[in-house]
């Protein structure tokens, strides 16, 4: 872990759960061992009874909603009680005739008083959808005026089109920054594709980033989780 500024440091988890279709207690047990201030979720519930779901997720996790849910097609924030959530905005990309339905999710936050914003989205399994819907998330990213961090299922690895969409907003591959482009986030089972990512304001300092992996992940869901730890610019 590199030195950090002075600003107030945040530990930032996403995770794309799987639908909650596997282990649930070992769902949990990875989202508290990261012990994290916020968590950016895809493929939280997102239908019938959703809201109470989440809230159940959240929960499960120790951690509160923030935003998201089915506004923002199963892209979901939670934070601990040591952030303070200002407001939430939710899109959803134009959909695709028999194409699943995605979308993002921002949210406005403070922690000490220091405001930063979250947002997530988790991109098309097609190839010809992903791009549309990049420049959709890039446009709402741009709303933010606050330090944004990003948590994000691009389905595609680092040399694809929406990949350099969002490095073209002014945003950095946290996993780049520590050298650890490498290593993979899908599957649990065999892993060889990085198609997950956390990005971060260059305002931010990123002290840590790893594709996190405790005993329980590879029963928890088809990806691992990706946690970082980040410094707020100071004031």
Known sequence: MTAMGDGPRLRLLSYNVHSLRDDLDALAAVVRAADPDVVVVQEAPRRFRWRSKCAALAHRFGLVVAGGGLPALGNLVLTSLRVRVHEQTCVRYPLTPGRHMRGAVLVRCDVGGTRFAVAGSHLATDSRERPAQAEHLRRLLAQADEPLLLGIDLN???????????????????????GRAEIPTFPVTEPRRRIDAIFVDPRCEVGDYRVFDPPEARRASDHFPLLAEVALPGS
């Open 156 to 178: 595609e690895t680092p040399d694809g089109g929406a990949w350099r969409t969002l490095a073209g907003a002014g945003l950095i591959d946290a996993a780049t920054t520590m």
